[in-house]
């Protein structure tokens, strides 16, 4: 079996780079700065699923996405989580937050509409993120 991205994870974010484990997307809504990790490995579903042998990368790999997205937005808080609710595929948000955002302080999620990025906006922010992960 291999790798499949989720239909759902596909349909609303733009891929940023892939690391030596996590597939690095941005999701498309511009209220939010908002990574999503996926490892790339089949049928993982939640964090206990992930091999010991790799435990170490995928934890390096959450704190550098949470570093780079820090950086690129100037992030006055960063919120991580793994829910799976919705998509069981495993994947971990790493979203910016800032005081005044749509959803302060409460959690994004069920907070309005998602506001689609520009195809000049999104890229731009692509290109920025990608170059900051090659490091």
């Known amino acids: 079996m291999s790798f499949e991205l989720h239909e759902r994870l596909a349909a609303d974010t733009f891929l940023v780079t892939d690391l030596t484990l996590c597939r690095v997307l941005l999701m498309n809504d511009r209220r939010f700065p908002w990574l999503i990790l996926v490892p790339r490995r089949p049928g993982l579903r939640d964090f206990d699923d992930v ?5 170490a990368d995928f934890h390096a790999e959450i704190d550098l996405a949470s570093a780079v997205l820090r950086e690129a937005a100037g992030a006055e808080k960063m919120n991580v989580a793994a829910l799976g609710n919705m998509v069981p595929q495993l994947h971990v948000h790493v979203i910016a937050r800032f005081a005044g955002d749509a959803a302060w302080p409460s959690p994004v999620w069920g907070v309005g509409e998602a506001e689609p990025y520009g195809a000049d906006e999104a890229r731009s922010l692509i290109e920025r ?7």
Request: hydrophobic share 40%.
């Open 51 to 55: 091999a010991g042998t790799e435990k």
């Open 129 to 135: 993120l990608a170059t900051a992960f090659r490091g």
